[in-house]
């Protein structure tokens, strides 16, 4: 039996099991895709948000702030990419300039520091490639940058470092209460026992809160489109651009990336389908409109691709973190600024735990650091020659666009929690993500996924099950006797 089972492997769930994972107890991650990082986690703007949005007196500003001010720190431990890049908010008329005049104000009331509205040379100063039609913006310095999936795959992998288990492919299908806890089945009829449960189950927590009786809450999927264009348009900003924000979100933004691209986006659609995460052109010209009126001289002939998120949206208009049964915790309506909240979110879940009887001393033996999954990417050249010396496999370039070795995905391939497919080792190297998408490295990385396996080359997919790549060979190999 497990002193925790936390259903859902997003950057929240990530969050809590490392958190729990310093503790002498036992912890277990379950997913239903095949990976970690398959939802929320994986599409979304990058962004640690100030704080300067969220309803004051609300949770998602109390989180948000908090968490954005833990962030730093932990993405060092961890290893990840973060930048701290700053924010702006755009105005482009007098009615823009008295909403930026209130999220000043409601900033200031967050405990969001050094927030101030910028105008004139000032602000071209700051974003020399701002439109022109822009009036004046709230600057926030504290906004940062950050790779959420980087960071997910890096909590999980640390929870693991720790003691946690990962358990994927695990779709639940139901929870009953146990005499000493909670039995949570997957669809295959697997059975995990655990004193506590946390549900962090994204777009589908309602679903998950349902299987205890609970059904106070529901979540509604908004589908979040975004244009990705190559390195070379990198700088156009330093700053994240946002437009002034209405009751839909944040708008169209212009973004810098930790890995040097340039995202625009998110539209802000409601959907009914929870698994729909296509891409239409009608949201697509939007992101595309939207953003040149935002910034001067995007070249979107520089576009390399274009993804879809799914944010959870709930019903309250809040993060829904509470405890509806003893022993069992909802997290969820985890939205936007659910990524800058999560490391303080995590700290909620604990301080419910602990107050319905989760006790245990730390570990002597944590560890909260974990090596960069991009360590040998910043090795000077002598470390890197040092390490090609040990392994020659980190000598032969694989992925040409982004730079990355056959020592990188191969480690990639043996490193918890391990890549299983083409998706899995662009998450975790950067390989298939620069110009070409994979298109002159995806045969070879399928040959060492397959190596690595001990499967069939035809056997790899892209993201798991429905995924097939190779159907057979176009050629067979004709020998004489």
Known sequence: ?????????????AMIARKLSAYEMSVC???????????ASKANS???????????????????VKGSQMMEKIASELGVKYRKNGSIVIAFNNEDRKTLDALLERGKKNGVEDLRIVEGEELKKLEKNISDDVVCALYAPSGAIICPYELTLAAIGNAIDNGADLKLCFEVSEIETSDSGYKVVSKDGDVLLGRFV???????????????????????????????????????????VFRTPSEAGKGILVTPTVDGNLLLGPTSVVISDKDDRSTTDIGLD????????NVKNIDLSKRITSFCGLRAVGDTGDFIINSPKKGFVNVGAVESPGLSASPAIAIEVEDILR????????KVNYDPKRRPMHFFRDASVEKKNEIIKRDPAYGRIICRCEGITEGEIREALRTEPKARDLDGIKRRTRAQMGRCQGGFCGPQIIKIISEELGIAYGEVTKFGKGSTLVFGKTKEEICDD
Do not use: W
């Open 286 to 293: 939007r992101v595309a409109r939207e953003a040149i009126e």
């Open 198 to 240: 946390v549900n962090a189950a994204g777009i589908f927590s309602d679903k998950i809160a349902a299987m205890i009786g609970d059904n106070s809450f529901s979540i509604t999927p908004r589908r979040g489109e975004y244009i990705l264009l190559d390195k070379k348009c990198g700088d156009l900003v330093e700053h994240t």
């Open 46 to 64: 990058a962004i640690v948000h100030a704080g300067f949005d969220a309803k004051e007196g609300s949770l998602k500003a109390r989180l948000n």
């Open 355 to 362: 107050s319905q009887g989760l006790s245990a001393p730390e």
């Open 1 to 13: 039996m497990y002193d925790v089972i936390v259903i859902g492997a997003g950057v929240v769930g």
């Open 29 to 39: 991650i379950v997913e239903k895709e095949n990976d970690v990082s398959m939802g």
